[in-house]
């Protein structure tokens, strides 16, 4: 299972949703009522735990990303910089 899939399974297992024709990678998960703000910093802890990233908390608030394409944009990221890619 690579990263994306692994952070899909996250989001499907905390807020009971299942990514098919309707909810894709692009959908904006707070527009269409998946996810809220309690939602988001707890996936976003779950994100920080399973990758060992240390997000600061204005990680947390300055971007807010709303899609599963976001996330794992963002998590790509943080791992390039922390094994300095």
Do not use: C, P
């Not at 297992?13 to 894709?24: A, S, Y």
């Not at 994100?47 to 794992?72: G, P, Q, W």
């Amino acid at each position: 299972m690579d990263r994306k899939q692994y952070i899909q399974r996250l989001i499907e297992d905390q807020f009971l949703v299942e990514f098919d024709g309707e909810l894709t990678a692009e959908t904006d998960l707070f527009k269409t009522g998946v996810m809220d703000s309690f939602g988001y910093i707890q996936l976003l802890t779950a994100v920080e735990r399973e990758f060992s990233l240390k997000l600061t908390d204005e990680e947390f608030l300055r971007n807010i990303f709303s899609s599963l394409e976001a996330i794992d944009a963002f998590v790509a990221n943080k791992l390039a910089e922390r094994d300095g890619h």
